[in-house]
Protein backbone atom coordinates (compact mmCIF):
# COMPACT_ATOMS: atom_id res chain seq x y z
CA UNK A 1 0.00 0.00 0.00
CA UNK A 2 1.17 3.37 -0.83
CA UNK A 3 0.53 5.85 1.82
CA UNK A 4 2.45 7.66 5.11
CA UNK A 5 2.90 6.05 7.56
CA UNK A 6 3.69 7.55 11.06
CA UNK A 7 4.69 5.86 14.51
CA UNK A 8 4.19 5.58 17.14
CA UNK A 9 0.45 6.03 17.48
CA UNK A 10 0.07 7.01 20.69
CA UNK A 11 3.32 7.90 23.26
CA UNK A 12 3.70 8.97 26.66
CA UNK A 13 6.85 10.94 27.67
CA UNK A 14 7.98 11.77 31.19
CA UNK A 15 8.91 15.64 31.62
CA UNK A 16 12.49 16.21 30.51
CA UNK A 17 12.84 13.20 28.14
CA UNK A 18 13.17 13.61 24.64
CA UNK A 19 11.04 11.52 21.86
CA UNK A 20 11.22 11.10 18.31
CA UNK A 21 8.18 10.73 16.34
CA UNK A 22 9.14 8.31 12.99
CA UNK A 23 7.30 9.05 9.68
CA UNK A 24 7.67 7.51 5.91
CA UNK A 25 6.26 7.94 2.83
CA UNK A 26 6.13 5.80 -0.24
CA UNK A 27 4.55 7.88 -2.45
CA UNK A 28 7.69 9.37 -3.81
CA UNK A 29 7.17 12.64 -2.41
CA UNK A 30 9.80 15.56 -2.59
CA UNK A 31 8.24 17.39 0.19
CA UNK A 32 7.48 16.66 3.72
CA UNK A 33 6.17 18.30 6.79
CA UNK A 34 5.23 18.19 10.47
CA UNK A 35 2.42 19.97 11.65
CA UNK A 36 1.13 20.11 15.35
CA UNK A 37 -2.50 20.14 16.30
CA UNK A 38 -4.16 21.03 19.69
CA UNK A 39 -7.49 19.91 20.58
CA UNK A 40 -10.50 21.66 18.72
CA UNK A 41 -7.62 23.79 17.22
CA UNK A 42 -6.37 23.89 13.61
CA UNK A 43 -2.77 23.02 12.00
CA UNK A 44 0.35 24.82 13.14
CA UNK A 45 3.65 24.04 11.03
CA UNK A 46 6.25 22.99 12.99
CA UNK A 47 8.88 21.73 10.29
CA UNK A 48 8.96 21.33 6.84
CA UNK A 49 11.57 19.75 4.10
CA UNK A 50 11.39 20.33 0.18
CA UNK A 51 14.40 18.07 -0.43
CA UNK A 52 17.01 15.71 0.83
CA UNK A 53 19.48 17.47 3.62
CA UNK A 54 17.51 20.68 3.59
CA UNK A 55 14.32 21.39 5.82
CA UNK A 56 13.13 25.07 7.18
CA UNK A 57 11.89 25.66 10.68
CA UNK A 58 7.99 26.45 10.37
CA UNK A 59 6.00 28.77 12.60
CA UNK A 60 6.26 26.89 15.79
CA UNK A 61 9.95 25.49 15.86
CA UNK A 62 11.14 25.67 18.92
CA UNK A 63 11.67 22.69 21.29
CA UNK A 64 11.70 20.69 18.23
CA UNK A 65 14.29 18.93 15.61
CA UNK A 66 13.99 17.21 12.30
CA UNK A 67 16.02 15.19 9.91
CA UNK A 68 16.12 14.71 6.03
CA UNK A 69 18.71 12.32 5.47
CA UNK A 70 16.59 10.23 2.85
CA UNK A 71 13.91 11.13 1.11
CA UNK A 72 11.30 8.45 2.64
CA UNK A 73 12.12 9.97 6.09
CA UNK A 74 11.72 12.46 7.86
CA UNK A 75 11.46 12.11 11.65
CA UNK A 76 10.53 14.79 14.28
CA UNK A 77 12.39 15.12 17.70
CA UNK A 78 10.15 16.60 20.47
CA UNK A 79 12.57 17.99 22.95
CA UNK A 80 12.71 18.40 26.54
CA UNK A 81 13.06 22.22 25.73
CA UNK A 82 9.31 22.25 24.57
CA UNK A 83 7.35 23.22 26.95
CA UNK A 84 3.71 22.05 26.14
CA UNK A 85 4.01 19.10 24.31
CA UNK A 86 0.80 17.60 24.83
CA UNK A 87 -0.56 17.43 21.31
CA UNK A 88 -1.50 15.58 18.22
CA UNK A 89 0.91 15.19 15.81
CA UNK A 90 0.20 15.21 12.00
CA UNK A 91 2.94 14.39 8.81
CA UNK A 92 2.65 14.99 5.69
CA UNK A 93 3.81 14.92 2.32
CA UNK A 94 3.68 16.64 -1.32
CA UNK A 95 5.15 16.67 -4.72
CA UNK A 96 6.33 20.36 -5.04
CA UNK A 97 4.85 23.36 -4.88
CA UNK A 98 0.88 23.66 -3.62
CA UNK A 99 -0.01 20.26 -4.33
CA UNK A 100 -2.79 18.39 -2.69
CA UNK A 101 -0.51 17.49 0.93
CA UNK A 102 -1.48 14.02 2.09
CA UNK A 103 -1.29 13.42 5.95
CA UNK A 104 -0.51 10.28 7.94
CA UNK A 105 -2.82 8.94 10.59
CA UNK A 106 -1.27 11.19 13.17
CA UNK A 107 0.56 10.91 16.74
CA UNK A 108 -0.75 11.26 20.21
CA UNK A 109 2.21 12.09 22.68
CA UNK A 110 1.24 13.03 26.36
CA UNK A 111 3.41 14.18 28.65
CA UNK A 112 3.05 12.48 31.85
CA UNK B 1 3.05 37.82 6.14
CA UNK B 2 -0.35 35.39 4.80
CA UNK B 3 -2.59 34.81 6.89
CA UNK B 4 -6.00 32.30 6.61
CA UNK B 5 -8.82 33.23 8.72
CA UNK B 6 -12.15 31.06 8.50
CA UNK B 7 -15.42 31.42 9.65
CA UNK B 8 -17.22 30.56 11.57
CA UNK B 9 -15.15 28.52 14.10
CA UNK B 10 -17.92 25.81 14.59
CA UNK B 11 -21.26 25.26 13.45
CA UNK B 12 -24.01 22.90 14.69
CA UNK B 13 -27.09 22.35 12.41
CA UNK B 14 -30.18 19.77 12.26
CA UNK B 15 -29.78 17.34 9.65
CA UNK B 16 -30.72 18.29 6.58
CA UNK B 17 -29.58 21.96 6.96
CA UNK B 18 -27.50 23.48 4.65
CA UNK B 19 -23.92 24.50 6.01
CA UNK B 20 -21.50 26.88 5.05
CA UNK B 21 -17.68 27.80 5.44
CA UNK B 22 -16.22 30.77 4.58
CA UNK B 23 -12.39 30.97 3.72
CA UNK B 24 -10.84 34.68 3.64
CA UNK B 25 -7.02 35.11 2.34
CA UNK B 26 -5.21 38.25 3.35
CA UNK B 27 -3.18 37.69 -0.05
CA UNK B 28 -4.03 36.34 -3.53
CA UNK B 29 -3.54 32.73 -3.70
CA UNK B 30 -2.76 30.94 -6.24
CA UNK B 31 -5.18 28.22 -5.92
CA UNK B 32 -6.85 26.95 -2.59
CA UNK B 33 -7.53 23.51 -0.89
CA UNK B 34 -10.34 21.93 1.45
CA UNK B 35 -9.76 19.18 3.79
CA UNK B 36 -12.00 17.46 6.26
CA UNK B 37 -11.29 16.11 9.43
CA UNK B 38 -12.99 13.94 10.96
CA UNK B 39 -13.28 13.16 14.94
CA UNK B 40 -10.41 11.36 15.63
CA UNK B 41 -8.62 11.12 12.69
CA UNK B 42 -6.74 13.04 9.87
CA UNK B 43 -7.26 15.26 7.63
CA UNK B 44 -8.43 14.16 3.97
CA UNK B 45 -8.02 16.05 0.94
CA UNK B 46 -11.79 17.01 -0.67
CA UNK B 47 -10.96 19.79 -3.91
CA UNK B 48 -8.58 22.11 -5.29
CA UNK B 49 -9.79 25.10 -6.90
CA UNK B 50 -7.47 27.01 -9.09
CA UNK B 51 -9.67 29.32 -11.48
CA UNK B 52 -10.83 32.62 -11.20
CA UNK B 53 -14.66 32.12 -10.04
CA UNK B 54 -14.32 28.50 -10.24
CA UNK B 55 -17.01 26.54 -8.79
CA UNK B 56 -17.02 22.80 -8.23
CA UNK B 57 -19.31 20.21 -6.95
CA UNK B 58 -19.06 16.98 -5.17
CA UNK B 59 -22.80 15.55 -4.77
CA UNK B 60 -23.61 17.55 -2.20
CA UNK B 61 -20.82 19.71 -1.48
CA UNK B 62 -19.89 23.00 -3.51
CA UNK B 63 -16.88 24.73 -3.67
CA UNK B 64 -16.52 28.14 -5.19
CA UNK B 65 -13.32 30.37 -5.31
CA UNK B 66 -14.26 33.85 -5.96
CA UNK B 67 -13.21 36.28 -8.77
CA UNK B 68 -10.16 38.16 -7.10
CA UNK B 69 -8.93 34.27 -5.85
CA UNK B 70 -8.86 35.50 -1.95
CA UNK B 71 -11.85 34.19 -1.05
CA UNK B 72 -13.71 31.01 -0.75
CA UNK B 73 -16.27 28.79 0.30
CA UNK B 74 -17.82 25.26 1.61
CA UNK B 75 -21.83 24.68 1.03
CA UNK B 76 -23.15 21.42 1.96
CA UNK B 77 -26.69 21.43 1.07
CA UNK B 78 -28.75 19.23 3.20
CA UNK B 79 -26.23 18.23 6.13
CA UNK B 80 -25.86 14.04 6.96
CA UNK B 81 -24.86 12.67 10.18
CA UNK B 82 -21.72 11.80 7.86
CA UNK B 83 -20.43 15.69 7.27
CA UNK B 84 -19.75 16.11 11.08
CA UNK B 85 -15.82 17.11 10.94
CA UNK B 86 -13.70 19.61 10.57
CA UNK B 87 -13.03 21.49 7.01
CA UNK B 88 -9.51 23.30 6.54
CA UNK B 89 -9.18 25.69 3.83
CA UNK B 90 -5.58 26.28 2.75
CA UNK B 91 -3.36 28.22 0.72
CA UNK B 92 0.20 28.19 -0.96
CA UNK B 93 2.70 29.73 1.23
CA UNK B 94 3.96 33.40 -0.21
CA UNK B 95 7.05 32.48 -0.31
CA UNK B 96 7.24 28.99 -0.96
CA UNK B 97 4.55 27.99 -2.94
CA UNK B 98 5.16 23.90 -1.32
CA UNK B 99 4.57 25.31 2.22
CA UNK B 100 0.44 25.84 2.77
CA UNK B 101 -1.28 28.17 5.15
CA UNK B 102 -4.24 26.25 6.84
CA UNK B 103 -6.99 28.11 8.16
CA UNK B 104 -8.09 27.32 11.65
CA UNK B 105 -11.46 25.04 10.60
CA UNK B 106 -14.86 25.05 10.43
CA UNK B 107 -15.81 22.17 13.02
CA UNK B 108 -19.15 20.73 12.38
CA UNK B 109 -21.19 18.93 14.25
CA UNK B 110 -24.68 17.81 12.72
CA UNK B 111 -27.53 16.72 15.10
CA UNK B 112 -29.99 13.78 13.88
Known amino acids: DGGITQSPKYLFRKEGQNVTLSCEQNLNHDAMYWYRQDPGQGLRLIYYSQIVNDFQKGDIAEGYSVSREKKESFPLTVTSAQKNPTAFYLC???????????FGEGSWLTVV | GQQVMQIPQYQHVQEGEDFTTYCNSSTTLSNIQWYKQRPGGHPVFLIQLVKSGEVKKQKRLTFQFEEAKKNSSLHITATQTTDVGTYFCAGPGETSGSRLTFGEGTQLTVNP
Open chain 1, 92 to 102: ASTFFSGNTIY
